[in-house]
């Protein structure tokens, strides 16, 4: 597994991930934990990484949310609401840069969790509201899923 960050734009921008199977990431799953130890790794320097960034082709991102590491498997949008706050943005992916982003106040997302289980993983999907920066990180990792980079932001 690769451990270092993509930096490459256009291997960003073509990997746009899709839904996958729960049964694939039982399969996968010293990989997707490596990816969230990794993750963690770069907390000092990163708020959330999603898997494309470490070159996994899975619909999975980490973000620190409200102090915690967590993994949103399969994460998708039910709404964005509220006004749209413009606030620079940095990335692991881009050197030394920070861009201006307009990011939705509250979003609502749809994702799949882990629970640990006696007979192996157990996931769970759940929907829960996010507001503040907790929703500004996962607008950016939820961008990182679609290609899209905050150099995409600029005018
Ligand atoms: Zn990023």
Redesign the pocket.
């Known amino acids: 597994m690769r451990h270092k960050i993509v930096k490459n734009k256009r291997r960003l921008k073509k990997s746009v991930v899709n839904l996958i199977d729960t049964s694939d990431i039982v399969k996968a799953y010293d990989k997707v934990k490596l990816f969230f130890d990794r993750a963690v790794h770069h907390r000092k320097i ?1 708020q ?3 898997s494309n ?1 470490v070159g996994l082709d899975y619909r999975i991102f980490t973000a620190l949310i409200g102090g915690k590491w967590q993994l949103f498997i399969n994460p998708e949008y039910i709404s964005k609401e509220g006004e749209e706050i413009i606030f620079p ?6 050197n030394k840069k920070t861009v201006k982003v307009p990011r939705s106040y509250l979003v609502n997302l749809r994702y799949t969790v882990i629970k640990s289980g006696i007979h192996g993983l157990k996931f769970d999907t759940i929907e829960e509201q996010f507001s503040g920066s907790d929703a500004r990180v996962i607008q ?2 939820m ?2 899923l679609e290609g899209i ?2 150099t995409d932001y600029q005018a």
Request: proline share 0%; net charge negative; hydrophobic share 40%.
């Open positions: 990163a959330g990484v999603a960034q943005e940095g990335c692991l992916s881009i950016h990792e961008d990182h980079l905050i």
